[in-house]
Nanobody
């Protein structure tokens, strides 16, 4: 059974950092494209970043460039999202998602098939 479990969220002050993890089980993450998404209250879910397995290429939303870093450790079947210099606008539930294959790194929710349950990130002073 394919499963994704996010962790690492929490309450952090503006300017702080977090490292989110996404652990995959029931399948080999190597064969999958990984995306990170977030959904703030009252807003649509938006793509933040994605990473391919074939060459490690990445893609970031404009809002994530410079502060977010996506990575993966296929040996641990785990993906990560490092977020630095957090802002209150980053408050959201963060999700990881996957799609089988090595094709282009997409940030649309329609390009992913399996999702985790999300981890809450709250940025507040």
């Amino acid at each position: 059974q394919l499963q994704l479990v996010e962790s690492g969220g929490g309450l952090v002050q503006p300017g702080g950092s977090l490292r989110l993890s996404c652990v995959a089980s029931g399948f080999n993450l190597y064969y999958y494209r990984i995306g990170w998404f977030r959904q703030a209250p009252g807003k649509e879910r938006e793509g933040v970043s994605c990473i391919l397995s074939s060459d490690g290429s990445t893609n970031y939303a404009d809002s994530a460039k410079g502060r977010f870093t996506i990575s993966r450790d296929n040996a641990k079947n785990t993906a990560y999202l490092q977020i630095n210099n957090l802002d209150v606008e980053d408050t959201a539930v963060y999700y990881c998602a996957v799609r089988y294959g090595f094709r282009a790194c997409e940030l649309s929710t329609y390009e992913y098939d399996y999702w985790g349950q999300g981890t809450q990130v709250t940025v507040s002073s």
